[in-house]
């Protein structure tokens, strides 16, 4: 008889997060005092995969806004009792993927997550600071406890995934080419998140999951990336405006939208090319200044499980 029952949340277009979240919950799967419950999330509507590039610029004001989109019904007992919640998601346009922020606004996430530990799990290019926040929010509002995060990002360093994830996301096309690594997480990445599940495992155990305080501590199982914090800021204000004048033209389907995101798709890689660079070269100048600042930045957002890593190599 199982003792425990965990409820895993996914959703993924191209297999890759339901991957990672599979080698990491494998632990336990493995372990018969756990009764692991999946719930793989379904829109009503399909998102399309690969995308083109309408569809994709599309999704960017509902992402950003978290709108909710309807989903298939979870199958799952509304009034079922879990120990622990795993929310794995990906990251769209610095907010969750649209599933997911649907999924936490739904009566059953209401009823599910209630004064529960939560762990968040991120399988994404790189940028996902501005995601996580959303994410506190949509749990606290449900009244669940975030008591780790998890993160596992792209391969690639910060220029060569702008060319290999938009390539992989557009065309399908993961594998390696000229000098560029494979698109996406690498596999040593996935495997070796295992040592989470097997945390989890262990302090299952041990009843260590109701004092909702974090499990993962010391297993290197979130790294900010404190030149990314700043474009991601700047990145995310331009997201709202452009989100909200979007939002107001019309829905998805009206013509002028569509024009105004190719103005916008301008936009946004304008930015990228010059903000990010921009912010780059700024922080380098004044780190001496801003380096309290972001530490201090780096350190809270790397909350509740923290970069440390001195367990990981005895998990
Ligand atoms: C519409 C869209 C927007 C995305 N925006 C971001 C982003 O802001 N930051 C990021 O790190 N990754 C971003 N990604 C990459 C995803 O987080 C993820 O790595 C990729 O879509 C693969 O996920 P999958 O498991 O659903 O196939 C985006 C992907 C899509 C489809």
Known sequence: MPHKKILVVHYSQSGQLDNAIKCCIAPLLNDKRILVTDLNLKPLEPFPFPWNLLDFLNVFPESVYCDKIPLEPFGIDKNEKFDLIILAYQVWFLSPSLPVSSFLQSAEAKMWLKNKPVITFIACRNMWLTAQEKMK????????????????????????????????????????????????????????????????????????????????????????????????????????????????????????????????????????????????????????????????QKAYYEEPSGSENFKENNA
């Open 137 to 296: 929010r949509l749990i606290t509002k449900n009244g669940g406890v975030l008591s780790d995060n998890i993160v596992l990002v792209d391969a690639g360093n910060a220029i060569e995934t702008f060319i290999t994830t938009p390539r992989w996301l557009l065309t399908g096309k993961k594998e390696k080419f000229w000098f560029f690594k494979e698109a996406g997480i690498s596999k040593s990445d996935m495997q070796k998140s295992a040592r989470f599940g097997q945390a989890m495992s262990n302090a299952l155990k041990n009843d260590l999951e109701k004092s909702k305080k974090p499990l993962l501590k010391g297993l290197g199982a979130v790294n900010v990336n404190e030149k990314l914090i700043m474009s991601e800021k700047i990145g995310h204000r331009s997201f709202l405006v452009w989100g909200k004048i979007l939002k107001k033209i019309g829905k998805k389907e009206n013509k002028i939208r569509r024009i105004f995101l190719f103005i916008y798709l301008l936009f946004l890689v304008s930015m990228i090319i010059t903000i990010v660079p921009l912010t780059l070269f700024l922080r380098k100048l004044f780190y001496p200044l801003m380096k309290k600042r972001l530490k201090k």
